[in-house]
């Protein structure tokens, strides 16, 4: 198993441009998520999909937009690129242990834009 | 507000040299409470979940308690291989969906 994979790995753009992260897991969890982090802020909640056909705002959702493609694939969209986006892009995905969910992150997407 | 805090931000150790991390929290309720380690540039890997006070846990050098308001990451005989961050987060009862409050991490360093 792959677990959770990312592409790309690092991505350079500039300020206006749009671009799609993209998530797939191959563990047959039915919850998904994508975070950012950032030096001296931990990890925030972006966007989350609690199952296949349903997502929801977390955190920090201004200037994202997320597609839950199927029962593997979440993709992560920045429509219009800006500085502050900058960051280290993560996503994860969840199984229900014990009534609780323990969540398995991928490699993550670096993100520069200037 | 629920909030994780955990300390000291920096720990550096010698080989052998065993150590606590600390993450306390504000969350009433808690469903679970969660360590990953984290490399530099790679994504957290999971390390443990503990679900109630007095539960504990043990992966090789690593041994993880919970208290009601704060756990413990007990590193014991430390090697540099165990040199990364520690991150701790909490699932609150009330939180929509099954979204974690992560702390800023720990970063450990282990010399030999």
């Known amino acids: 198993n792959a677990g959770v994979t990312q592409t790309p790995k690092f991505q350079v753009l500039k300020t206006g441009q749009s671009m799609t992260l993209q998530c797939a897991q191959d563990?047959?969890?039915?919850?998904m998520y994508w975070y950012r982090q950032d030096p001296g802020m931990g990890l925030r909640l972006i966007y989350y999909?609690?199952?296949?056909?349903?997502?929801d705002k977390g955190e920090v959702p201004n200037g994202y937009n997320v597609s839950r493609l199927n029962k593997r694939e979440f993709s992560l969209r920045l429509e219009s690129a800006a500085p502050s986006q900058t960051s280290v892009y993560f996503c994860?995905?969840?199984?229900?242990?014990?009534?609780?969910?323990?969540?398995?992150f991928g490699p993550g997407t670096r993100l520069t834009v200037l | 507000e629920d909030q994780v805090t955990q300390s000291p931000e920096a720990l550096r150790l010698q080989e052998g040299e065993s150590s606590s991390l600390n993450c306390s929290y504000t969350?009433?309720?808690?469903?679970?409470l969660f360590w990953y380690r984290q490399d530099p540039g790679k994504g957290p890997e999971f390390l443990f979940t503990?679900?109630?006070a007095g539960e504990e846990k043990e992966k090789e050098r690593l041994k993880a308690t919970l208290t009601k308001k704060e756990s413990f990451l007990h590193i014991t005989a430390p090697k540099p291989e165990d040199s990364a961050t520690y991150l701790c987060?909490?699932?609150?009862?009330?939180?929509?969906?099954?979204?974690?409050?992560f702390g800023k991490g720990t970063t450990l360093s282990v010399s030999s």
């Open positions: 969350v009433s309720g808690l469903r679970g």
């Open positions: 563990m047959n969890h039915n919850s």
């Open positions: 503990l679900y109630s």
């Open positions: 987060a909490v699932q609150p009862p009330n939180q929509a969906g099954t979204a974690l409050i």
């Open positions: 999909s609690a199952s296949e056909g349903t997502t």
């Open positions: 994860a995905s969840s199984a229900r242990q014990a009534g609780t969910d323990t969540q398995y």
